[in-house]
């Protein structure tokens, strides 16, 4: 890293950019996470794990709430909270690797 600090002008320009280029990239992960066509197939994925859940004898309770994690893994709510939470990907604290 730089001994040389940015000034105000460089953190302003640099501030600018990153208020329209992130909800720029915000909107076109959006975008292509939740078309109709997505919803819909991910409908049908949650619907066919929380059958599976239960084929496999768990009940209502335990299926149900396995299917609320599995939903999560895939919003974009849930892997921005499972980050700003400092966990990895398998939802174990990254400190926990140890």
Do not use: R
């Not at 040389?4 to 002008?9: D, L, M």
């Not at 768990?58 to 919003?75: H, P, R, V």
């Amino acid at each position: 890293m730089s001994d040389k600090e940015p000034n105000a002008q460089e953190i302003k320009e640099i501030m600018s950019v990153v208020s329209t280029e992130i909800p720029k990239l915000l909107e076109a992960i959006s975008t292509s996470m939740y078309s109709q066509d997505k919803a819909e197939n991910f409908a049908k994925s949650v619907a066919a794990f929380y059958k599976s859940m239960k084929d496999a004898g768990m009940d209502d309770k335990q299926a149900y709430e396995l299917t609320q994690k599995f939903m999560s893994n895939f919003s974009l709510g849930g892997m921005i909270g499972q980050v700003f939470q400092g966990k990895s990907w398998e939802g174990k604290k990254e400190s926990d690797d140890d």
